[in-house]
């Protein structure tokens, strides 16, 4: 199972990237799908999170609207569009897969697939 994650470069705030994870190995509708991005000696955090079949979204509270999560089935990919960037969104982000739905809720523990990460730098 391979999640290639990528997207990621470098952005002035207030601009945009679009992060895109392609999923192979795996029966891709049969998992939710989510991002994390995680900071050098943080804890890894929650983005978002999408629904297998009924495309719901969920957002954590610190994106206030900016970033917005798709997929496609069809193409096996989830994606992460993210618009008026700050220095703060600098990290790596890591797209992940989990069979049940605590990753809806922020939940890291039942993911069962992790991408290797794409880092997002952006300057102020």
């Known amino acids: 199972v391979q999640l290639q994650a990528s997207g990621g470069g470098l952005a002035q705030a207030g601009g945009s990237l679009r992060l895109s994870c392609a999923a192979s190995?795996?029966?891709?509708?049969?998992?939710?799908m989510g991002w994390f991005r995680q900071v050098p000696g943080k804890e890894r955090e929650f983005v978002a999170a999408?629904?297998?079949?009924?495309?719901?979204?969920f957002n954590a509270d610190f994106e206030e609207g900016r970033f917005t999560i798709s997929r496609d089935n069809a193409k096996n990919t989830v994606y992460l569009q993210m618009n008026s960037l700050r220095p703060e969104d600098t990290a790596v982000y890591y797209c992940?897969?989990?069979?049940?739905?605590?990753?809806?809720?922020?939940?890291?523990?039942?993911?069962?697939?992790w991408g290797k990460g794409t880092l997002v730098t952006v300057s102020s």
């Open positions: 992940a897969a989990d069979l049940g739905y605590g990753i809806s809720s922020g939940r890291a523990n039942g993911v069962k697939y």
């Open positions: 190995g795996l029966t891709f509708s049969a998992y939710n």
């Open positions: 999408i629904g297998k079949s009924d495309g719901l979204t």
